[in-house]
Structures are given as C-alpha cells and as structure tokens.
C-alpha cells in the first residue's frame, strides 16, 4: 500500500483546487472512523472523505454513496457544531508527511469570526481525525482519543495542545538539497532504496525503488551502488514538479487475478511488466479505487465477526437444546413399561400384601413372571393408578417434546441459512440487513436509536444468462420473500439447494421459454450462493413460483415447494 508522502502531495494539490473558498454544508459519520464532509463551492458541490480505518486511511474526494446511521455518533455531532458553514481557507501538508490540515474560518455564538483547523494523520492504524483551535492549538476532540494508557509518548485528548507526529529523524523532500540528501543518506547505512524510506519522510518503498530506477538511467548506471545526490534529486523534483502541475499518471496495479496490489499517483515502471495496470485520471480516484477492491472485504469482515459469534452462539443453544429433547424423547418412548405394570398389578390385586415393597405376578401376555416395584406407603390400588399416571405423564411428553424438537429444527434451520447469509455478505451494508433480520426475530436487541429508522430496501443481486434471461438472487431470509413473493410472477422459475441453506434464485421467463444452458447458469448461482459453494455436484432444486408457498406463521425465508426437479451442478461465481 503506498498511500505515502508524494500520494499524499498529490491529493492535497486537488484538494487545493477544488475546495480552497468552497463552504462545509453538511457532515456525515457513515462508520465509527470515517467523516464524509459535502463541501459547496461556486456551482460545485464535492464530497471529502476522511478515513482513520486502520486497514485503509485516506483522504479524497469521493463519488460514493454512503448509508448514514440513524442517529449521528457523538464525533459527528461536534464537526457539525464546529465545523458546518465554515469556509475552507487552504488544504496543506504538514511537511512532506502523510499529514493534511484543513484549516477554516467560521463565527462562533457572539458572531464572532474564529478559525479552526482539521487535522487528518494518515498513519496506519495510528491514523486519526483531529479538530483543533487555531488560536490556542488546543484539541476540542478526535475520531480516536488516546489515552496515557494507550501511548505515553503522544495523546490526543480534548484541551491538550496539538502537536504534530514525531519525525522519527527523517527530513522533509520539500526545499530539499543535494547535500542535504547525501549527508542524510549517509547517517542511515542501509543500501539505497531503503536509505531513502529512512532519511526521507512519506517515500514509500515503491517510491523509492522507482526513484532509483529513473536515477540510475539519467545517470547510466547498472547498479545504485554508485548513484549521485544530485540524479536522485533531479528524479525527486521531476516527481514534486508533476504534481505540482497535475501532469501525473495515477494508476492501480493488478494481478492476474485481478488483486490490487499497489497504486501510485505517480507511474511505477517496476511494476508496469510484472502487473496490469489500470489508470485513473487523478490520484484520490486511484486510492479509492485500490481501498475498495482491497479494503471492502475486509471492512465486511470486521462488520460481521461479532455477528457470526451471536448467530454460532444461538445455534448452539438450540443444536444443545435438540440433543437433550431427543434424550427426552428416547426416555418417554420407553413408557410402555409403565403401562404394562399398572394392567398387571390391576390384575393381580389380591396377590399384594398391604405395604410390600414389591411383587412378582404373572404377565398373561406372554405366560412368564415379572417383578414390580410398590412404594409401601400407598395401597395396591393406588401403587397400580401411579404407574398409569406415569405412563400418561411420558405419552403427553412425547407429544409436547415432538413439537418442540420440530420448532427447535426449524430455528436450527434458519439460523444456518442467516450464518450463510452472514459469512457470504459481499458489503458491509448486507451485513447491516442481516442484524436488522435477526433483531426482527428477536435474537439481537434493538439498538437505542432517535428519530424513524427507515427499513432498506430489498436490492437483490441481478445477473443475466447467456440466454439473455435475468436472474435475481436474494441477499438475506427477508429478501428471499419479497423476491419470491413480491417481485417474481407465477410462470418464473424458483431455484434453491437442495436441503442446504442458501440464497432464493428467480430466473425471470417473462413469457419465454428458457432453455437448459440458463437452467444450468441460474442452478449454479443458487449453488454459489449458499452454504455448498465450495462442493461439487450440488443438488438443485427448481420449479415455478406458482408451486412455492409460504407456511404460516413460517420464519423469514422459509418456504415449502411441490412438484419440483433437481439438477446437480458445481458452484460457478456469477460475472
């Protein structure tokens, strides 16, 4: 990842131009380290985002859309108090750091004119977005407070005074000189490249693999053994001037399977061989580019681990609870006994001194004896009605446990179909549908919310077979009911593993005949989207939506279907 010094130069030179004199109108929290700012200037309007998400900080102008929570975090409600209806005064790098400071000018309650800066470190996991009075350099608050516990060299907490992150000894490329560079090489002793990481602040390793390449062709040289000061310098400025200009060629580097691995503002020539390159007209739509091909996975990842525990935790529950009801159920069945010694000892009444402990009478269904156990406090009358009251008492529980072992393998049911769901979430907003869902069933609490929450909307995935038909395919149990039920007429075809959990797959006719290669294509979405993704020979089940009902009172996605066939295919991602 080179989200670096010369990335960071190159983003702030956009940001100059498109955002120096424009108005912060409005400010958002989409997630707990992340600030989109919509910036209105002239005609134009932009949206910023600020991200301190340790696997992917940034900062650029953004196209996205993003899902706000209901209520805005407390950080996001200080920005707005702050910061919504300044003016932006000039976006600036700290040094040649990954350090970017937005400072603006505002009135505060008296109407009087204040100026107060943002602070965006963009440092990794120690990334963090700061708000700061420009008077006093005091800390009104961070997206992330540190604490003496959690650092004793540098906190950031609110009425602290700012300062910048340590130089670790490494000096600014701006304004920089031969000598200054030479004398700064020297001190590290490590070879080139890595000198240049070391002694340099924001060269990337990729930067500084690069800068040495073009050093040694201007130079001629085989090796950087011997490379002067004044070509690495001349390269380094060649770079500092291309941006300046904005004469770059960002670009994301991928591998053959399509991975990112890298992305610069700038072009890296070692990697144009081995990589594919994908350019971009500016360098902040490279870094969103690179973070959202790298960083959504892992963003849904996080999103959806404390979820996955929940949703395990309840299956055990009711796996454990399912193995005691069928304990239960091997114990009541064995009932019969009971019966069998209350028509016996019936039957054999005048044979039962008064306060035995037992007897043994003749069991007339088979011509052999048989010993009964008697509790001497009650008569022989009575020791007679306990073991019928007994054997009524199993009969009743074999019936009440029998039902509760078939809602207990529903639930089970269900809440493997919601770990499917949960663990194949392509983004972090079907992660969010998926608590919605279990909150709804009562497996999660409501979160404290103000104000309306407005329920998502079903977006199920589109896909389209060879054929030309389109097949849509349900993210979570409650958009498998509205796909199937709502949006899908009689005459299309519903598909869905058979007896494992997975996603309701609707190939849409619209009064055509599909042939067998789009029967076979939407099958193998239904298998890829479910829990048999990684299997071969995955039963299928299809058949029309007319045949596909919903039982009543029946858990979100739980359907029962007639008439139906099975096709066996092997899991195919759909493009």
Same mark, same amino acid.
């Given at each position: 990842?080179?989200?670096?010094?010369?990335?960071?130069?190159?983003?702030?030179?956009?940001?100059?131009?498109?955002?120096?004199?424009?108005?912060?109108?409005?400010?958002?929290?989409?997630?707990?380290?992340?600030?989109?700012?919509?910036?209105?200037?002239?005609?134009?309007?932009?949206?910023?985002?600020?991200?301190?998400?340790?696997?992917?900080?940034?900062?650029?102008?953004?196209?996205?859309?993003?899902?706000?929570?209901?209520?805005?975090?407390?950080?996001?409600?200080?920005?707005?108090?702050?910061?919504?209806?300044?003016?932006?005064?000039?976006?600036?790098?700290?040094?040649?750091?990954?350090?970017?400071?937005?400072?603006?000018?505002?009135?505060?309650?008296?109407?009087?004119?204040?100026?107060?800066?943002?602070?965006?470190?963009?440092?990794?996991?120690?990334?963090?977005?700061?708000?700061?009075?420009?008077?006093?350099?005091?800390?009104?608050?961070?997206?992330?407070?540190?604490?003496?516990?959690?650092?004793?060299?540098?906190?950031?907490?609110?009425?602290?005074?700012?300062?910048?992150?340590?130089?670790?000894?490494?000096?600014?490329?701006?304004?920089?000189?031969?000598?200054?560079?030479? %004398?700064?090489?020297?001190?590290?002793?490590?070879?080139?490249? /890595?000198? @240049?990481? +070391? &002694? $340099?602040?924001?060269?990337?390793? =990729?930067?500084?693999?690069?800068?040495?390449?073009?050093?040694?062709?201007?130079?001629?040289?085989?090796?950087?053994?011997?490379?002067?000061?004044?070509?690495?310098?001349?390269?380094?400025?060649?770079?500092?001037?291309?941006?300046?200009?904005?004469?770059?060629?960002?670009?994301?580097?991928?591998?053959?399977?399509?991975?990112?691995?890298?992305?610069?503002?700038?072009?890296?020539?070692?990697?144009?061989?081995?990589?594919?390159?994908?350019?971009?007209?500016?360098?902040?739509?490279?870094?969103?580019?690179?973070?959202?091909?790298?960083?959504?996975?892992?963003?849904?990842?996080?999103?959806?681990?404390?979820?996955?525990?929940?949703?395990?935790?309840?299956?055990?529950?009711?796996?454990?609870?399912?193995?005691?009801?069928?304990?239960?159920?091997?114990? %009541?069945?064995?009932?019969?006994?009971?019966?069998?010694?209350? /028509?016996? @000892?019936? +039957? &054999? $009444?005048?044979?039962?001194?008064? =306060?035995?402990?037992?007897?043994?009478?003749?069991?007339?269904?088979?011509?052999?004896?048989?010993?009964?156990?008697?509790?001497?406090?009650?008569?022989?009358?009575?020791?007679?009605?306990?073991?019928?009251?007994?054997?009524?008492?199993?009969?009743?529980?074999?019936?009440?446990?029998?039902?509760?072992?078939?809602?207990?393998?529903?639930?089970?049911?269900?809440?493997?179909?919601?770990?499917?769901?949960?663990?194949?979430?392509?983004?972090?907003?079907?992660?969010?549908?998926?608590?919605?869902?279990?909150?709804?069933?009562?497996?999660?609490?409501?979160?404290?919310?103000?104000?309306?929450?407005?329920?998502?909307?079903?977006?199920?995935?589109?896909?389209?077979?060879?054929?030309?038909?389109?097949?849509?395919?349900?993210?979570?149990?409650?958009?498998?009911?509205?796909?199937?039920?709502?949006?899908?007429?009689?005459?299309?075809?519903?598909?869905?593993?058979?007896?494992?959990?997975?996603?309701?797959?609707?190939?849409?006719?619209?009064?055509?005949?599909?042939?067998?290669?789009?029967?076979?294509?939407?099958?193998?979405?239904?298998?890829?989207?479910?829990?048999?993704?990684?299997?071969?020979?995955?039963?299928?089940?299809?058949?029309?939506?007319?045949?596909?009902?919903?039982?009543?009172?029946?858990?979100?996605?739980?359907?029962?279907?007639?008439?139906?066939?099975?096709?066996?295919?092997?899991?195919?991602?759909?493009?």
């Amino acid at each position: 990842m080179a989200y670096d010094g010369l990335v960071t130069g190159a983003v702030v030179r956009r940001l100059q131009e498109a955002l120096i004199g424009g108005r912060i109108e409005k400010v958002y929290q989409p997630e707990k380290d992340e600030i989109v700012l919509l910036v209105h200037r002239g005609k134009e309007k932009h949206k910023l985002l600020l991200s301190s998400n340790g696997n992917c900080p940034r900062m650029h102008l953004t196209e996205e859309s993003w899902e706000n929570p209901a209520a805005p975090p407390a950080f996001c409600m200080l920005l707005r108090k702050y910061f919504q209806g300044s003016r932006i005064e000039d976006v600036r790098q700290a040094g040649s750091d990954r350090v970017v400071e937005i400072p603006v000018s505002t009135a505060d309650e008296m109407g009087y004119s204040v100026s107060r800066r943002l602070v965006m470190e963009i440092m990794g996991k120690h990334s963090n977005l700061i708000a700061v009075e420009e008077e006093s350099g005091k800390i009104i608050d961070s997206i992330k407070r540190i604490t003496p516990e959690m650092s004793r060299l540098r906190q950031i907490l609110p009425g602290l005074v700012y300062e910048y992150p340590p130089a670790q000894g490494k000096i600014s490329f701006y304004g920089l000189t031969a000598e200054t560079l030479e %004398a700064a090489l020297r001190q590290t002793g490590k070879a080139l490249p /890595e000198s @240049l990481v +070391a &002694a $340099l602040q924001g060269i990337s390793p =990729g930067a500084a693999e690069e800068i040495c390449i073009r050093a040694a062709m201007k130079q001629g040289a085989t090796d950087y053994e011997n490379l002067a000061p004044e070509a690495i310098l001349a390269v380094l400025e060649g770079f500092l001037k291309a941006i300046q200009d904005q004469n770059l060629s960002p670009a994301v580097y991928l591998d053959t399977q399509g991975t990112p691995k890298d992305f610069h503002a700038l072009p890296l020539s070692h990697l144009e061989n081995a990589l594919t390159v994908l350019p971009f007209p500016e360098a902040g739509a490279a870094a969103e580019a690179f973070f959202k091909m790298k960083g959504g996975a892992d963003r849904t990842k996080q999103k959806s681990n404390d979820l996955l525990k929940v949703i395990r935790g309840n299956l055990d529950k009711q796996t454990l609870k399912k193995q005691r009801l069928l304990e239960d159920l091997r114990q %009541a069945e064995d009932s019969d006994i009971y019966r069998l010694c209350g /028509e016996l @000892l019936t +039957a &054999a $009444l005048h044979m039962v001194p008064a =306060g035995a402990e037992k007897v043994t009478v003749p069991n007339y269904y088979d011509g052999s004896t048989m010993e009964i156990a008697l509790d001497p406090r009650f008569t022989p009358p009575q020791n007679a009605q306990r073991y019928y009251k007994k054997y009524a008492k199993a009969r009743t529980a074999i019936r009440e446990k029998k039902l509760q072992l078939e809602e207990t393998e529903e639930a089970i049911t269900y809440l493997e179909s919601v770990l499917t769901f949960a663990e194949q979430a392509p983004t972090p907003e079907a992660v969010e549908e998926v608590r919605q869902e279990l909150t709804e069933g009562g497996y999660l609490r409501r979160r404290k919310v103000t104000g309306k929450v407005k329920p998502a909307k079903p977006r199920p995935m589109e896909f389209q077979t060879s054929e030309g038909f389109r097949v849509l395919v349900g993210r979570n149990n409650k958009e498998n009911d509205h796909l199937t039920f709502k949006m899908a007429e009689k005459t299309d075809i519903w598909f869905h593993t058979k007896d494992i959990p997975g996603s309701h797959v609707i190939l849409f006719t619209e009064k055509r005949e599909p042939g067998e290669a789009s029967l076979f294509e939407a099958a193998s979405m239904a298998a890829w989207f479910s829990k048999g993704r990684s299997s071969e020979n995955v039963p299928v089940d299809y058949v029309r939506v007319r045949h596909v009902k919903k039982p009543a009172g029946a858990k979100p996605g739980m359907v029962i279907f007639t008439d139906n066939r099975t096709l066996y295919v092997t899991p195919k991602e759909p493009k």
